[in-house]
């Protein structure tokens, strides 16, 4: 089976992702996720990477075994700078099932485990979000994040799509980061920076942050007061320590999500307290999303959907 861009985001259902994401977060933190650190082969001159991302698992829903293929171009301007491949085998055979277009999968779940982190680590009365960033990954964040919290007012700043971002999603464009940031009581920070974009001075007591940008060792989104005010989450203390620029400077991590959903570890203690998720994306959130839209193809195929994948 093979499942093109548009048969996957047919399937697609954001809420259904952020479900699924959540069990896998907190399938992995309790070990029952077979995960090496992504491998990633740098693309020197074009600044880019190809990840290569395998998984197994089993859950409630069945074993899952696959992987992701991830290409990662953040200097693309006109096309995405991420595109991807997955591709989900029999895990009793190893016989292929489904190659699917991955990209918009990367975008929604990746939105989906912030929209966790959001869950069990802002405070409940969070009304204000801010997103640093205008690309795809601002837009899946914006749809995510509104449905574990009900904002009455977002920001958005870019260095150069900000106007656009906000008169096509009716939120409104600040001037600078700075002025998106403060007062917010969600941030999000979205880009292909790798350098710091956000300021820890602009945070109000009691923010929650997902950085989801700065994937790389040597790369930063975050300044030293952020990473220094805040208590940090990531998806996996692996990975984090060996791929996120921000981890790595700051030198330490509370815990993972899948610990807190899992109620092996604490989220936010007071009200006062600003939290941090640092993002990074498994194999395992992946594999959730995929699985779920396979079975989804595969019944409408099985059903005589004229609308289903190429088999």
């Known amino acids: 089976m093979n499942l093109d861009e548009a048969a996957v985001g047919r399937l697609l259902d954001v809420e259904e992702v952020i479900a699924v994401v959540e069990r896998a977060l907190a399938d992995f933190s309790d070990g029952k996720v077979v995960q090496p650190v992504r491998t990633m082969v740098p693309v020197a001159e074009h600044g880019a990477f190809l990840g ?31 595109h991807a491949t997955i591709l989900l085998f029999n895990p009793e055979t190893g016989e292929p099932l489904v190659s699917m277009v991955g990209r918009r999968i990367t975008e929604v779940r990746t939105a989906a485990a912030s929209a966790v ?43 150069r799509h900000a106007e656009d971002f906000a008169r096509r999603f009716g939120v409104r464009a600040a001037s600078s980061a700075e002025e998106a940031v403060r007062g917010a009581d ?46 940090i989450y990531v998806d996996s203390r692996e990975a984090a320590f060996e791929e996120s620029g921000d981890v790595l400077a700051a030198g330490q991590v509370f815990a993972e999500v899948g610990e807190v959903v899992g109620g092996t570890s604490p989220g936010r ?14 194999a395992a959130e992946d594999l959730a999303a995929a699985r779920l839209i396979y079975h989804k193809a595969a019944t409408r195929a099985s059903c005589g959907d004229v609308e289903g994948p190429d088999r």
């Open 52 to 82: 290569v991302m395998p998984a197994y698992y089993a859950d409630a829903a069945g074993n899952a075994l696959g992987v992701k293929l991830v290409a990662l171009y953040p200097r693309n301007e006109d096309i995405p700078t991420h």
């Open 117 to 159: 982190a959001t869950k069990y680590l802002a405070r409940p009365d969070a009304s204000v979000l801010a997103i640093i960033g205008s690309g795809a990954q601002a837009r899946s964040h914006l749809e995510a994040l509104r449905l574990v919290r009900r904002f009455e007012d977002v920001r958005v700043w870019s260095p």
């Open 186 to 231: 969600v941030v999000v920070t979205a880009t292909a920076s790798e350098t710091p974009v956000l300021s820890g001075e602009w945070l109000l007591p009691g923010t929650h942050v997902n950085a989801v940008g700065a994937p790389r060792p040597d790369w930063r989104e975050l300044d030293d007061e952020t990473l220094r005010r805040a208590r």
């Open 269 to 282: 203690r007071s009200v006062e307290e600003v939290t941090l998720f640092k993002s990074l994306g498994m």
